[in-house]
């Protein structure tokens, strides 16, 4: 199995729609994050959960709800949600402590591109 | 707030070619990391520069660590197909811990 797992690939959600994101990581990481990948713009970090408890809320509109049952499970609930968040949703995990400068690399899984219509 | 300004933002070339890309801040970052991503992938990590003037080489690929650890570059020598992707750097804050990302370079080589 690949380290860091993202399901569904393809997403076509509609204005009123409820959908979630699912990540699942291998790799016995401690750390879990949401990214958003939009089209000429630096990845948007979203939210971080370390040791299952967010710890960073980067101001993202409550129409995303992110939530972490276990290190290994992270999940973005959706509702709601407006065209222009359409673009690839990216999970990563990295083990914190063990980074050099305290900047532990990413794992990233393979995206969800989710399209809003 | 800190930013990262990456050059060029797209980059056609021919295999064979040598290439540059620039990766530029005006803030310190402990470390910098760059990531290469193919299309319908997430990013994979390929190095992470520590020591301001540190240079790791990786195959055809070298990467530079400025002396100030403000920016860093990464040139690719005989760029082959396989090296099409979006190359992304990303700086690490020593205070907030944080990754800060470039907006990456889409760099495509043709056969």
């Known amino acids: 199995e690949t380290g860091v797992t993202q399901t569904p690939r393809h997403l076509v959600m509609g204005m009123t729609n409820k959908k979630s994101l699912k990540c699942e990581q291998h790799?016995?990481?401690?750390?879990m994050y949401w990214y958003k990948q939009s089209a000429k713009k630096p990845l948007e970090l979203m939210f971080v959960?370390?040791?299952?408890?967010?710890?960073e809320n980067n101001s993202v509109p409550s129409r995303f709800s992110p939530e972490c049952p276990n290190s290994s499970h992270l999940f973005l609930h959706l509702h709601t949600l407006q065209p222009e968040d359409s673009a690839l949703y990216l999970c990563a995990s990295s083990q914190e402590g063990q980074g050099v400068g305290n900047n532990s690399p990413l794992h990233f899984g393979n995206g969800t591109r989710l399209t809003v219509t | 707030t800190q930013l990262l300004e990456q050059s060029p933002q797209f980059l056609s070339i021919q295999e064979g070619e040598n290439l540059t890309v620039y990766c530029n801040s005006s803030s310190v970052f402990s470390s910098l990391q760059w990531y290469r991503q193919e299309p319908g992938e997430g990013p994979v990590l390929l190095v992470t520069v520590v020591t301001g003037g540190e240079v790791k080489k990786l195959k055809r690929l070298t990467f530079q660590f400025g002396d100030a650890r403000k920016d860093s570059s990464l040139h690719i020598t005989a760029a082959q197909p396989g090296d099409t992707g979006l190359y992304l750097c990303a700086g690490g804050s020593s205070n907030t811990g944080k990754l800060i990302f470039g907006q990456g370079t889409t760099l495509q080589v043709k056969p």
């Open positions: 790799l016995g990481h401690n750390a």
């Open positions: 959960y370390s040791l299952e408890e967010r710890v």
